[in-house]
């Protein structure tokens, strides 16, 4: 898990990666899911359409808070990055809001679906646009996480 020239992992280190790979795994897996459901036809089966992005949008929803909820943890991610590391608390900290307007996206979109699934087809056109813009924020919040436990567990420490 660790480069040539780092340090070897501490248990709680190994404990914390190995919870955010978990439930970022989660996220990709729902994620996928929900683009998949998104990209279905929807003319005349619009209701159907909105009930299956429902289930898959609850999913993501699920998946975000246990990620939230592992990466934030008193020994989670978030914190053992920042044990060692304390120049990266903004970073972690914009991360962290990152997530929770990720969660409160989600929910704003969920009902949304839910008007649709009840038959009011006003705010069908842009379901599609915002759960892409949410699930690019997504993909991102995932990319700066890769950046600093790499940043943080898999390059060699500086030599000043």
């Known amino acids: 898990m660790t480069g040539r020239g780092t340090p070897a992992l501490t248990d709680l280190q190994q404990s914390a990666l190995a919870g955010a790979e978990r439930t970022q795994n989660g996220l990709l897996v729902a994620q996928d899911a ?14 159907a359409w909105a009930e299956r992005v429902g289930q898959e949008l609850a999913k993501v929803i699920e998946a975000l808070r246990e990620h939230r909820l592992e990466v934030e943890r008193a020994d989670g991610l978030y914190a053992e990055i920042l044990r060692d590391a304390p120049w990266t ?4 900290r ?3 809001a990152q997530l929770r307007r990720l969660e409160a996206e989600a929910a704003d ?3 949304e679906v839910r008007r649709v ?3 009011d087809l006003q705010g069908l056109h842009t379901i599609r646009h915002d759960a892409e813009r949410m699930l690019q924020s997504l993909r ?9 436990i790499y940043e943080r567990f898999e390059q060699p420490p500086a030599a000043d």
């Open 34 to 47: 929900l683009l998949a459901a998104l990209r279905r036809p929807q003319p005349m089966r619009e209701r």
């Open 140 to 148: 991102d919040l995932l990319s700066k996480e890769a950046d600093l």
């Open 94 to 96: 914009q991360l962290a």
């Open 89 to 92: 608390e903004p970073r972690l």
């Open 117 to 119: 699934e009840e038959g």
């Open 109 to 111: 979109l969920q009902v």
